[in-house]
């Protein structure tokens, strides 16, 4: 039987993850901070709960088994001080080589799931492909990318590949929730007059793709983007998210300055609240590059990653989810 370790399984991705390796047959650890977080997605789950935080190496040393596959996906994608970035997704990653290395044994592949920030934005609007000199714009992806660095210094000590995914999109995602709650009021809201672009996959297909990844052994020393294959408009993202809904919508044009506002505005009430808010700064020095696109093209031939999903299937199945559990 495959024995598997998951960081962030909680998560939106993660929990979809753990649910595909249990139907696979595989039995599944979680690493979570305590026991207590295991909660929401996994509940129910026949997965195992480990207890462990990856800010402190001395916590990882006691959950250490033989585990044929590592899959990394815990991160922060908020934070009241940039440093957390730093703190959680580029040294906890490393806590984590460095306690895999020392304790877990033989390992078939270690996935690093970073994200497409780490990469930066397409400054051409060409999709970027792995070859290209990685240029983040955001502390996110700076941490990722230094994430991502750390990872293949261990590449010589264990095999270890990296997956870089676009926005990503579906059931459990409270992110695009927001496009379909303006749909409902009507609403296309789109930001600037500039054509903006951006890749997307749908969280089954990253799932796939990451699997795929950690079962080829020539994945090793690697890194994927994954995407559905085709650039893509906001606009056209809410327009099809109109269409899914049965929704007539109207278009509204929102300038750049006022997502600055926005942004800046979350920031101070976070500082109040002492609550992260997923509208921030850092955010937004993301959301003024026009283009955020790649190409899958090096997952396609060498790991046969074929989407599954287009985004008006993946945006219907993501409708019908919210609406089941009463998110619309």
Same mark, same amino acid.
């Given at each position: 039987?495959?024995?598997?370790?998951?960081?962030?399984?909680?998560?939106?991705?993660?929990? !979809?993850?753990?649910?595909?390796?249990?139907? *696979?047959?595989?039995?599944?650890?979680?690493?979570?901070?305590?026991?207590?977080?295991?909660? =929401?997605?996994?509940?129910?789950?026949?997965?195992?709960?480990?207890?462990?935080?990856?800010? @402190?190496?001395?916590?990882?040393?006691?959950?250490? !088994?033989?585990?044929?596959?590592?899959?990394?996906?815990?991160?922060?994608? $908020?934070?009241?001080?940039?440093? *957390?970035?730093?703190?959680?997704?580029?040294?906890?990653?490393? =806590?984590?080589?460095?306690?895999?290395?020392?304790?877990?044994?033989?390992?078939?592949?270690?996935?690093?799931?970073?994200?497409?920030?780490?990469?930066?934005?397409?400054?051409?609007?060409?999709?970027?492909?792995?070859? @290209?000199?990685?240029?983040?714009?955001?502390?996110?992806? *700076?941490?990722?990318?230094?994430?991502?660095?750390?990872?293949? $210094?261990?590449?010589?000590?264990?095999?270890?590949?990296?997956?870089?995914?676009?926005?990503?999109?579906?059931?459990?995602?409270?992110?695009?929730?927001?496009?379909?709650?303006?749909?409902?009021?009507?609403?296309?809201?789109?930001?600037?007059?500039?054509?903006?672009?951006?890749?997307?996959?749908?969280?089954?297909?990253?799932?796939?793709?990451?699997?795929?990844?950690?079962?080829?052994?020539?994945?090793?020393?690697?890194?994927?983007?994954?995407?559905?294959?085709?650039?893509?408009?906001?606009?056209?993202?809410?327009?099809?998210?109109?269409?899914?809904?049965?929704?007539?919508?109207?278009?509204?044009?929102?300038?750049?300055?006022?997502?600055?506002?926005?942004?800046?505005?979350?920031?101070?009430?976070?500082?109040?609240?002492?609550?992260?808010?997923?509208?921030?700064?850092?955010?937004?020095?993301?959301?003024?590059?026009?283009?955020?696109?790649?190409?899958?093209?090096?997952?396609?031939?060498?790991?046969?990653?074929?989407?599954?999903?287009?985004?008006? *299937?993946?945006?219907?199945?993501?409708?019908?989810?919210?609406?089941?559990?009463?998110?619309?």
């Amino acid at each position: 039987m495959m024995k598997a370790l998951v960081t962030g399984a909680r998560g939106f991705i993660g929990s !979809q993850l753990v649910e595909t390796l249990i139907a *696979q047959g595989a039995e599944v650890h979680c690493l979570l901070r305590t026991r207590r977080h295991a909660t =929401n997605w996994l509940s129910g789950l026949e997965c195992k709960i480990l207890a462990g935080d990856l800010t @402190d190496r001395s916590s990882l040393s006691t959950v250490w !088994q033989e585990f044929d596959y590592v899959f990394h996906l815990a991160g922060l994608t $908020k934070a009241l001080d940039p440093a *957390q970035f730093d703190r959680v997704n580029t040294a906890g990653t490393e =806590n984590l080589l460095a306690a895999v290395a020392q304790h877990a044994g033989p390992l078939k592949m270690f996935v690093f799931v970073s994200s497409l920030a780490a990469a930066g934005p397409s400054r051409s609007g060409r999709p970027l492909v792995e070859t @290209d000199p990685p240029q983040p714009v955001s502390r996110y992806g *700076q941490s990722k990318l230094a994430a991502e660095r750390i990872c293949l $210094k261990y590449a010589d000590s264990m095999p270890l590949t990296i997956v870089r995914p676009p926005a990503v999109y579906g059931p459990r995602d409270a992110d695009v929730l927001t496009y379909f709650r303006y749909a409902r009021r009507g609403l296309r809201p789109v930001i600037g007059k500039e054509e903006r672009t951006a890749s997307f996959i749908f969280v089954k297909d990253l799932v796939d793709g990451i699997l795929l990844a950690a079962q080829k052994p020539a994945a090793a020393g690697r890194t994927y983007f994954l995407s559905d294959g085709q650039p893509h408009t906001w606009d056209e993202l809410g327009s099809v998210i109109a269409s899914v809904m049965g929704m007539s919508v109207r278009k509204i044009v929102l300038p750049l300055s006022l997502a600055f506002l926005a942004a800046a505005g979350a920031d101070a009430m976070s500082r109040m609240t002492r609550k992260p808010s997923i509208i921030n700064l850092d955010k937004y020095r993301e959301l003024k590059m026009p283009h955020w696109v790649c190409s899958s093209a090096r997952a396609t031939a060498e790991l046969g990653f074929r989407p599954r999903y287009t985004l008006k *299937q993946g945006l219907f199945e993501t409708a019908t989810w919210y609406k089941q559990h009463g998110w619309l």
